[in-house]
């Protein structure tokens, strides 16, 4: 009988590996074979690792160091996970500035927020978002200048009282985080019901994540939030969540974003555009190449709202996102390859992003939300997925 544990490791492994098969399976956590004095599997292992697996017992063996400690960061996000919770602001979810949209997402489920519980031990808690904003305008102008002014970040055309109620909006959510140990993420149904606060959390996430290491999520998209909590607290790369629009769908994805016409590319069906509320979505500053606070571009938030025009670096990323049975992550390398913008629209600063096989990912899309993660980070997440019982699919491969 193991003690409680995160995973078992395996500092050496020889020959009686071959008769002790029922004690390998009777371990239900995940083991790490690490048996040289690099903090790597040996290359001597491999035919008792072939072995394990062929009979079913899937051991974890980094290849190099920076993938060991990888996994032990794996490690401690799953456990991170277990007796936490996200947070998220919401009333009636399905109703509000775009319910015919927002009535189809499967994050307001009952059933999706079980199945995570089920799965990883995770509480999702929903509060009131009209309460926060409330709350949030309670705030005196004085407290939230003050703070800014301790906080300054780029801003263009925004100074003044929408930078005030973003700030407001901050301190509210500092608040509810400072008093809660257990919370893992914080998210708000911002867009949809976002008649209940005279701002967007944008410039807070910005802020908290820096300040804290906080995993937020637009729209409360629980499952966004939970990928992103198993990418970044196991990888460290900068991940945030956009909007796709493959090039391959035409006026279906070009009408939500109020454009004519996809940028010219030389193989369009390999494309896609990603962009959220009016730029590329919500990147915080130390995550970003370029930074700036700006007036918001959606129709559907107040008029003293803000959004984050920033960009990620162009080269390698990686997609992802979990499917909705918590059993698979989705994911494939792939590259921004620059930006576009289109004055007048909702997409004001958007990237873009070429694929393997842009057919090939239709089929297997999971959300119009995505996780982008900077980098190339296919083979890592093949190892973390190991950590938390994932299997990871290429939808393009």
Known sequence: MLPECDAVILPQVLGDAYRRLDAFKAIKVPI???TSEF?????WDWEILAWLRAEGVHAIAPYELAQARRVCAALQARRELAGG???VYQDDPGEGMQAPIF???????DECSQRILDRFGLTIEKRSFRELGARAKAISDADADRVWKEKQQPTSGCDGRPVTSAMKMYLALRDDLDADPKI???GINCLNESTFSDTTPCLAWSLLHDERGLIWGCEADTVAMLTKHILRRSTGAPVIMTNLYPFLMGQAALKHE????????????????????????????SM???WTLRPKVLAIVDDNATAIDARLPEGPITMAKLLPTFQTLVATAAELTGYVGYPGSDCLSGGVIRVRDGRRMMERLPSHHALVMVGDH???LRMIGSVFGLVVEDCCG
């Open 32 to 34: 790490l074979v690490v």
């Open 184 to 186: 893992r993420a914080m």
């Open 288 to 290: 970003a190449s370029s």
């Open 103 to 109: 009535k189809r997402f499967y994050w307001w489920e």
């Open 258 to 285: 109020r454009i004519a016409a996809f940028p010219p590319v030389a193989d369009p069906e390999n494309h896609i555009l990603v962009a959220h509320c009016g730029y590329v979505g919500v990147i915080p500053r």
């Open 39 to 43: 903090g790597t599997l040996s290359m």
């Open 85 to 87: 919770k996200f947070v």
């Open 378 to 380: 296919i083979a890592d």
